[in-house]
């Protein structure tokens, strides 16, 4: 799903959070005419492209927002190749109870765990589409005590086990699949994200180092 946030606004407080749509129904936009200019005056943005291209850069919202994608708005795009291993976009997942993940539990407090799951779908081959017209947004919110502590210095110990945590899920998942079907991009994404990837998707082995 294309995912978009508001900026230039935060809060500190559930109170204060909310005083937002309080005070401006349209704070959150509901349509693409809406996402479109709040995009446009610099209000929104494509979600954490700032802090995290890693995170949705392969969903391509831009590209989605200027129309580059759709000839037909009923038929949704194919994601051919992922960007990058940390790729956690939103998902709508019918749940199978015999093939669907759940979630790992070893990737507990902050951190990692949705791109597991990704990652996880992505080895047992589900294919992933871009919706034509449905998009969401995010609405600011408390820094939650996880995330603030996952990002001090001081435990800077539980990110990188969760971090050696996530490699070793990886090669879990090669030993397991094999390689997924969908590859990483060719381009040369380095010049957007310097990133050492997990996996070496031209010899089919991994690279944990």
């Known amino acids: 799903v294309p995912a978009f946030e508001r900026i230039r606004a935060t809060c500190d407080t559930v109170n204060e959070c909310k005083q937002f749509l309080k005070k401006d129904s349209r704070f959150v936009p509901l349509s693409f005419e809406g996402i479109n200019d709040c995009v446009k005056i610099g209000n929104c943005q494509s979600f954490q492209s700032d802090i995290f291209l890693d995170g949705h850069s392969s969903t391509g919202s831009e590209s989605w927002l200027r129309g580059e994608f759709f000839n037909d708005k009923n038929v949704s795009k194919k994601i051919v190749c992922f960007h990058s291993y940390r790729y956690e976009p939103y998902v709508v997942l019918q749940w199978c109870k015999d093939f669907t993940p759940y979630y790992d539990e070893r990737f507990f407090g902050y951190g990692k765990n949705k ?4 990652s996880h779908l992505r080895f047992l081959n589900y294919s992933f589409h871009v919706l034509p ?11 939650s005590k996880s995330q603030n502590a996952f990002r001090k210095e001081d435990t800077y110990g539980h990110r990188k086990k969760i971090d050696y945590l996530y490699y070793n899920f990886l090669a ?8 997924p079907r969908i590859v990483q991009c060719k381009k040369n994404w380095k010049k957007l994200q310097r990133e050492k990837q997990p996996l070496n998707s031209r010899n089919n082995t991994l690279s944990l180092g």
């Open 172 to 179: 879990e998942l090669n030993q397991t699949h094999g390689m």
């Open 133 to 143: 017209e449905g998009f969401l947004a995010h609405h600011p919110h408390k820094k």
């Open 115 to 118: 791109i597991e799951h990704i």
